[in-house]
């Protein structure tokens, strides 16, 4: 386990320094790093840190959000195929920031397609919070979470239907693939509080999540307090998820893929898989942030794209791989 934290942890400072120095701008990697750490006020330093600073620290936080997110999600309902959207945070997300492209709310600043989303996000977890926290059982919470997301999925599609202005049209179907070009710190300080207790309140689900591995009446017999778990859930994984898609639009896969390839590494044992999760899940989006800066530069290929190219075919060759271990 040890080897294995130290070796993430390892990735994930590469892959956070490769962030930092691969760009647009003809810089070499020493001069980027000098620029960031010294500063001399000219063009390479505020490159470093208007644009590229932010961009990797994004990449870093959200990423390990929805690994952390996933794993959690897993852990509860003992089902590797389990990820952060069932709960239909990322539709809601996705809808209030569909509806503020759509009626000119992002004309009001920086943080107004953000700031929507996040409502959306709230109002989801509301509905959730309503229908299945704290004392619906976990079948209510799943069927909740698919009734939530498919509906803000069906207004979405209606507002895309809808929209008299191609052009906003053509914004939110971009939006929705998922970017984390031209953002600022104003989007991190944005992020972080929530990103900050949604990872709190998911942490300290570990001994909860071994104790579940049992089932729920051994759960309970050792003095595990499930409706509140299944809020604490919620909770944790709307912050992260809700304040992940306000900022970077929808970005899939992370949550689902990442889990499910460390948890052979940590003895299946979820409270070890949650730490894992989250520096495996900022090693991915790191890594295909710098993808999305190298492969058609001129094009803006959007974040969202790379990771589902990348994590679908994994995820179908572990299932793969699943069935033939099991056959």
Known sequence: MSRLMTGLGLLVALLFIGSLVVGYAPVGPIDSLRALIAGDGGPVTMVMREIRLPRALLALFIGAGLGLAGAAMQGYLRNPLAEPGLIGVSASAALGAVIAINTGLVAMGTLGLPVAALAGAVIGVGLIMALAAPN??????????????????????????LSPNPFAANEIV?????????????????????????AGLLLGLGR???????????????????????????????SLVGAATAVAGAIGFIGLVVPHILRPWVG????????????????????????????????????????????????????????????
């Not at 976990?138 to 239907?161: D, E, F, K, Y």
């Open 208 to 238: 909860g999540l071994d104790a579940l591995t049992l089932g729920e009446d051994a759960a309970r017999t050792m003095g595990i307090r499930l409706g509140r778990m299944r809020l604490l859930l919620v909770l944790g994984t709307a």
């Open 174 to 198: 971009f939006w929705m693939m998922g970017s984390l070009a031209d953002r600022s710190m104003v989007h991190l300080w944005l992020f972080l509080p929530f990103g900050l207790v949604g």
């Open 268 to 327: 299946s044992q979820p409270s070890r898989l949650l730490t894992a999760s989250a520096l495996g899940g900022a090693a991915m989006l790191l890594a295909a942030d710098i993808a999305v800066r190298l492969i058609l530069p001129d094009r803006d290929l959007k974040l969202g794209v790379v990771t589902a190219l990348v994590g679908a075919p994994l995820f179908l060759h572990l299932i793969y791989k699943t069935r033939r271990d099991n056959g």
């Open 136 to 161: 619906g059982d976990t079948l209510t919470l799943i069927l909740a979470g698919i009734a939530i997301s498919a509906m803000a999925s069906a207004l979405t599609s209606l507002v895309l239907n």
